[in-house]
C-alpha cells in the first residue's frame, strides 16, 4: 500500500496550494481518506477528510472556510485545495488512509485513533 503526497512548498500568506495524495495498492473508493498536519514541537491535528462513497466532508475548525478536499476516483487520489494560507499552516502534510477515518476525524479522537495507512508527507511553509 502506498499514499504519496505531493503539491508542498513555499508560499506568501494569502496564497494558495493544492495538494494530492495518490493512493495504491487498496481498493480507493472503499476507503475515507484524511488530511492531517504536524508542525514542529506541536501534536498531530487533523484537517481534513472525505468519506468512502457518500463523499462526505469534514474540516477542522482552523481550516474551514479556506481548505477543500475532493477525491478523484478516476485517479485514485485525494485533492487538499488550500487557499488563503496562512503562517499558521506552516506544517508538514500528511494523507492517511483508513475505512472508520471520517468517523473518528468528526469525531476529533486525535491522537487516540491510528489510521492503517499513511503517506510519507509533504512539506507547506507559509512566510509572513
Known amino acids: 500500500v502506498q499514499l504519496v503526497e505531493s503539491g508542498g512548498g513555499l508560499v506568501q500568506a494569502g496564497g494558495s496550494l493544492r495538494l494530492s495524495c495518490v493512493v495504491s495498492?487498496?481498493?480507493?473508493?472503499?476507503?475515507?481518506i484524511g488530511w492531517f498536519r504536524q508542525a514542529p514541537g506541536k501534536e498531530r491535528e487533523g484537517v481534513s477528510c472525505?468519506?468512502?462513497?457518500?463523499?462526505?466532508?469534514w474540516y477542522s475548525d482552523s481550516v474551514k472556510g479556506r481548505f477543500t478536499i475532493s477525491r478523484d476516483s478516476a485517479k485514485n487520489t485525494v485533492y487538499l485545495q488550500m487557499n488563503a494560507l496562512k503562517p499558521e499552516d506552516t506544517a508538514v502534510y500528511y494523507c492517511?488512509?483508513?475505512?472508520?477515518?471520517?468517523?473518528?476525524?468528526?469525531?476529533?479522537?486525535?491522537?487516540?485513533?491510528?489510521?492503517?495507512?499513511w503517506g510519507q508527507g509533504t512539506q507547506v511553509t507559509i512566510s509572513s
Open positions: 472525505i468519506n468512502s462513497g457518500d463523499d462526505r466532508t
Open positions: 492517511a488512509a483508513d475505512f472508520n477515518l471520517f468517523i473518528s476525524m468528526e469525531a476529533e479522537l486525535g491522537g487516540l485513533y491510528e489510521p492503517e495507512y
Open positions: 495498492g487498496i481498493t480507493f473508493d472503499d476507503y475515507a
